[in-house]
Structure formats: C-alpha cells, structure tokens
C-alpha cells in the first residue's frame, strides 16, 4: 500500500516560462526573477563605480547576476521563503560576536619602557656622606623590639591573675611532678 503525500503540491513551482509562443529556453521561478533583477542592478552599480566600460559592465553584470541569483534562490524554497533567508541573513551580519583578539598573555611587551637615554652607573658617595646618615636597623631587629612590645602588652592584659609555670607560658595549674618534666 502505497500513501501519498501532498508534496507534488510544492513540487510545482511558480513559474514564468516568457510570453506565449515564445518560451525562454530555461525555467526560471517568480522569485529568481524579481532577485536577478535587483542584484543585477546592484553588480551593474559596483561596475560602473569601478569605471568598467559600459559594454564590459553590462556582460560582466549579466554573467555575474546569473551566478548570485542561482547561489540565492538555491536557498530559497516554499519551506524558507526570500523575506525568512533576508531576515536570517540580516541577524547574523548584526549578532554580537566573541573576542577573537586576546587581552594579554603569559608574555606581553605591552608595558615595557623604553628609555631614549641608556642609564649611567651612580657615583660612590664617600665615607663621610655614608657616615653621616644614621644607620637603619635590620629587618630581623625591628621584628625582635616589635615582639618584645607586643609581649609586654599582653603581660599588661594578663594581670595577676595567671602565673607562670617553671617552663614559662600558660597558666594552668600543674602539679610538682608535672612542672619537674
């Protein structure tokens, strides 16, 4: 049993085949038609811009309205009509893109300086100018005084009331054979 469908109805394309008893030799649909039109207009446009010579414009604009009407009706169809391929077209000319270009890297000379002098050694200061200035403490003193504070601050907080042990900190409560370990 065979079912049939309805697709011999879309089979059948609306077409202009030229006046009666003088037939173009192709078939050429209504759309492909009012699309030729309008591209070869724009191509013709473009060639005389370009200041092709009218003769050359004209076959060059034919030849190559042909093969832009055939690559746009190609797309077009009774399921996708001219106005849904233009609007598609359309929103992807205008969607928003990703970045291609990167920002950056793991080398970049984006912020080097680059100096019109070349940078000259410092002179010595002498003795006299080194000695004059007063010597800064390291780093390791400064931490030790900053500790020592900062001990002595919390001896404050601390008060009478928590003694210390024979191994130093803490105040807990410990027995004799405790504190002797």
């Known amino acids: 049993?065979?079912?049939?469908?309805?697709?011999?109805?879309y089979r059948?394309?609306?077409?202009?085949?030229?006046?009666?008893?003088a037939t173009m030799p192709w078939r050429a649909r209504y759309v492909a038609w009012g699309v030729g039109?309008?591209?070869?207009?724009?191509?013709l446009t473009v060639e005389r811009r370009l200041g092709i010579d009218l003769f050359w414009s004209i076959a060059w604009g034919i030849?190559?309205?042909?093969l832009v009407t055939r690559m746009i009706t190609?797309?077009?169809?009774?399921?996708?009509?001219?106005?849904?391929?233009?609007?598609?077209?359309l929103r992807e000319l205008t969607a928003p893109r990703e970045a291609t270009a990167g920002e950056g890297g793991a080398v970049s000379a984006t912020r080097v300086r680059v100096n019109?002098?070349?940078?000259?050694k410092r002179a010595k200061a002498s003795k006299a100018a080194?000695?004059?200035?007063?010597?800064?403490?390291?780093?390791?003193?400064?931490?030790?005084?900053?500790?020592?504070?900062a001990r002595a601050k919390?001896?404050?907080?601390?008060?009478?009331?928590?003694?210390?042990?024979?191994?130093?900190?803490?105040g807990g409560v410990r027995t004799p054979t405790q504190a002797g370990a």
């Open 1 to 9: 049993m065979r079912i049939r469908t309805d697709d011999e109805v």
């Open 63 to 66: 030849v190559i309205t042909i």
């Open 74 to 89: 190609s797309k077009i169809s009774h399921e996708r009509p001219l106005s849904a391929v233009a609007a598609m077209w």
């Open 37 to 43: 039109v309008f591209v070869f207009l724009i191509v």
């Open 12 to 21: 059948v394309d609306a077409v202009w085949l030229g006046p009666p008893r």
């Open 154 to 170: 919390a001896r404050q907080r601390r008060g009478p009331r928590q003694q210390q042990t024979k191994r130093g900190r803490g």
């Open 130 to 149: 080194r000695s004059a200035k007063p010597a800064k403490p390291s780093k390791a003193a400064r931490n030790r005084a900053r500790a020592d504070r």
């Open 116 to 120: 019109t002098t070349r940078p000259r």
